[in-house]
T-cell receptor
Framework: GDSVTQMEGPVTLSEEAFLTINCTYT??????LFWYVQYPGEGLQLLLKATKADDKGSNKGFEATYRKETTSFHLEKGSVQVSDSAVYFC????????????FGKGTRLSVIA | GAGVSQSPSNKVTEKGKDVELRCDPISGHTALYWYRQSLGQGLEFLIYFQGNSAPDKSGLPSDRFSAERTGGSVSTLTIQRTQQEDSAVYLC???????????????FGPGTRLTVL
């Protein structure tokens, strides 16, 4: 079945450091790929998404590029802030549209001033 | 506009009791999903409703779990004879109609934290 593997945390970075959270997937066809974020005490929020190969999703300074050849969707940010401290989830949904999301285990990011 | 809402936000129950969790999706969204978030298992899919089609129940962990969606809107997840391993945060999400170009972004509610003593 479909699966998502993301790097295990926790990840601790200093403010203004560069962030990469790796995410790879296994799926048939052409899934849509997502990054969701869960800030402390809050619900899951969509951070960015990409629906086809080579698409780049971006939001709030975060970016991720859909790489079909490496089945990856790594999350990057050039300069993290303390307010980026959260748990980040990579997820996919199958190519047939509205389908349940398959999530990675989540990566906890802590940014220190 | 209003997002997905869930109630109650917290529920503490005794082992063996039944519980009902409610989800109000975003108005007009035809797809509704239930997930469970627990420390050991991460985020797991439970059940999915799409319009008037039969629900996809493939993620329900046991026959103690059931869900219904009345009038294509509000959904209730019921857990019968709760067990301690049912303790988790139960998340509801909805997504809009799959239009010509397709859209599959799911919008999540704040969740219900269930604690079974």
């Amino acid at each position: 079945g479909d699966s998502v593997t993301q790097m295990e945390g926790p990840v601790t970075l200093s403010e203004e450091a560069f962030l990469t959270i790796n995410c790879t997937y296994t799926a048939t066809g052409y899934p849509s790929l997502f990054w969701y974020v869960q800030y402390p005490g809050e619900g899951l929020q969509l951070l960015l998404k990409a629906t086809k190969a080579d698409d780049k999703g971006s939001n709030k300074g975060f970016e991720a590029t859909y790489r079909k050849e490496t089945t990856s969707f790594h999350l990057e940010k050039g300069s993290v802030q303390v307010s980026d401290s959260a748990v980040y989830f990579c997820a996919l949904s199958s190519s047939s549209g509205n389908t349940p999301l398959v999530f990675g285990k989540g990566t906890r990011l802590s940014v220190i001033a | 506009g209003a997002g997905v809402s869930q109630s109650p936000s917290n529920k503490v129950t005794e082992k063996g009791k039944d519980v009902e969790l409610r989800c109000d999706p975003i108005s007009g969204h035809t797809a509704l999903y239930w997930y469970r978030q627990s420390l050991g298992q991460g985020l797991e899919f439970l059940i999915y409703f799409q319009g008037n089609s039969a629900p996809d129940k493939s993620g329900l962990p046991s026959d103690r779990f059931s869900a219904e969606r009345t009038g294509g809107s509000v959904s209730t997840l019921t857990i019968q004879r709760t067990q301690q391993e049912d303790s988790a945060v139960y998340l509801c999400a909805s997504s809009p109609v799959l239009g010509r170009w397709g859209t599959d972004t799911q919008y999540f509610g704040p969740g219900t934290r269930l604690t079974v003593l």
